[in-house]
C-alpha cells in the first residue's frame, strides 16, 4: 500500500550544497576548492555519475524475473541497494561528488522502445511507496556522511503513466519535495524529470512547454526558508528552452548522441545564449560517450566550457557491466569504469 510521508524530526545533516553565480559550494567553500586541470578551471564544478537504479525494484511478475542475480538466480532489491552504498567510499575516493537517482529508475535495458515493467517509486495517486522511500533514505544518509551530492529525479518516461493524472502528478510532486524537506536533506539538487523533451511522457505539464510549472512547486515549498535546488535535463543533443532556463536554478543537458566533442562544447555556449540565462552552473548528467584515453572527449569537452560533466554507461543485463542495467554491479568492475573514474581522480586531484 501506497503510504504519504510521515513529518520527522531532521537529522543533524553534514553536507550542504549551495549556488553561488555558475559556481557549486559545498559546506560553504567551492568544489573542488583552488582545482585548474591543464588550463582548464575544475574548481566550482560538480563531477557526477548517473546511477539511477539505487532504489530498483519491479512489481510486475511478469518482468521482475529479467533482473535476478546470476548468482541466486532471484532479484533482491535490498541487496541493490546494500551493494550501491558499499560502492560510495570508492566512488567518493576518485573525486565524483555527485549522482543521479530516479524515482522511477531509468530503462533497465540502457534504451527500450516499450516498458511493460513497473518499476515506479510513485503510487498512481502520486503517494510514494515506503519501501522504495526507505531506499532512498538509506542512500542520502550515507551520501550525506560522505560529503556527495545526490540529483533526485522525480519522473521517468515510460513509468510517468503509472501516475493517473496532472492532479496526481502535482501531488507526487509536493510529495517528494516534503519528504526531503522533511528530513532536512541539503545535499540534495532536485531534476523534475529525466529529459522533458522525450515524446513518451504521457502527462502534458511533464512535456517541455509546461515542465517549468512543477519546477516552480518544488522552488515554492520550504521549510523556515529553506528551498531545494531544482531543475530539470533534456535529451541527447537538446538546448534547455526559455521557459527553463528562467525558472531553474541549474540547467541539466544530456550528452547521449554527440560523438563529436566539439558540438558538447558548442551546446555549452549555445545554452548560456538562451533567453532568461543567468550565470547559473550548467551540469552535463548523462552521457554515454567514453574514449577517457584520448585528448580530446566529451568529459573535457564540457571541461572546456567549464561545464560540469556526468558519466552515463547502460551496461547489459548481467551483473558485468554499466551503472544502469539490473542487476548492476556498483563497482568499479570494468576497463570502462575505471577508465572513467581514472580520469576523474586526474580531472579532480582527488
Wanted: proline share 6%; glycine share 8%; net charge positive.
Amino acid at each position: 500500500m501506497a503510504a504519504a510521508p510521515a513529518l520527522l524530526p531532521a537529522a543533524v545533516r553534514k553536507t550542504e550544497i549551495a549556488i553561488r553565480g555558475d559556481m557549486f559550494y559545498l559546506n560553504g567553500q567551492p568544489t573542488y576548492k583552488g582545482r585548474t586541470y591543464q588550463g582548464r578551471k575544475v574548481e566550482g564544478l560538480l563531477m557526477n555519475s548517473r546511477m539511477v537504479q539505487g532504489i530498483f525494484d519491479d512489481r510486475n511478475p511478469a518482468t521482475r524475473s529479467k533482473w535476478a542475480y546470476p548468482d541466486t538466480k532471484k532479484w533482491d532489491p535490498e541487496r541493490n541497494t546494500r551493494e550501491f552504498l558499499a560502492a560510495m567510499p570508492e566512488w567518493r575516493k576518485h573525486g565524483l561528488l555527485a549522482f543521479t537517482i530516479n524515482l522511477q529508475g531509468g530503462s533497465p535495458e540502457g534504451y527500450s522502445k516499450s516498458q511493460p515493467w513497473d518499476t515506479s517509486g510513485i503510487a498512481p495517486d502520486g503517494s510514494l511507496y515506503p519501501d522504495f522511500m526507505k531506499r532512498l533514505e538509506r542512500i542520502l544518509d550515507r551520501a550525506d556522511q560522505l560529503g556527495m551530492v545526490a540529483i533526485v529525479g522525480y519522473f521517468y518516461f515510460g513509468q510517468d503513466q503509472r501516475v493517473k493524472d496532472e492532479a496526481a502528478v502535482r501531488r507526487a510532486v509536493e510529495n517528494a519535495t516534503n519528504w526531503l524537506l522533511d528530513r532536512d536533506y541539503r545535499n540534495v539538487l532536485v531534476e523534475v524529470n529525466n529529459e522533458t523533451n522525450v515524446r513518451a511522457y504521457d502527462h502534458e505539464i511533464l512535456k517541455p512547454a509546461r515542465i517549468h510549472e512543477l519546477i516552480d512547486v518544488v522552488k515554492g515549498m520550504n521549510r523556515k526558508g529553506r528551498r531545494l535546488l531544482t531543475g530539470t535535463s533534456y535529451g541527447g543533443n537538446a538546448i534547455p528552452l526559455p521557459n527553463v532556463v528562467k525558472s531553474s536554478d541549474f540547467l541539466l543537458v544530456h550528452g547521449n548522441g554527440v560523438k563529436d566533442p566539439k558540438r558538447i562544447a558548442q551546446m555549452v555556449r549555445e545554452t548560456r545564449a538562451v533567453e532568461g540565462y543567468r550565470p547559473m552552473p550548467i551540469l552535463f548528467n548523462e552521457d554515454d560517450h567514453f574514449d577517457f584515453d584520448k585528448p580530446e572527449n566529451n568529459f573535457l569537452a564540457a571541461l572546456s566550457e567549464y561545464a560540469s560533466w556526468g558519466y552515463f554507461d547502460p551496461g547489459a543485463s548481467d551483473y558485468s557491466d554499466g551503472y544502469q542495467c539490473p542487476p548492476v554491479n556498483w563497482g568499479l568492475n570494468t576497463e570502462r569504469k575505471r577508465g572513467f573514474f581514472q580520469l576523474l581522480r586526474a580531472v579532480t586531484g582527488a
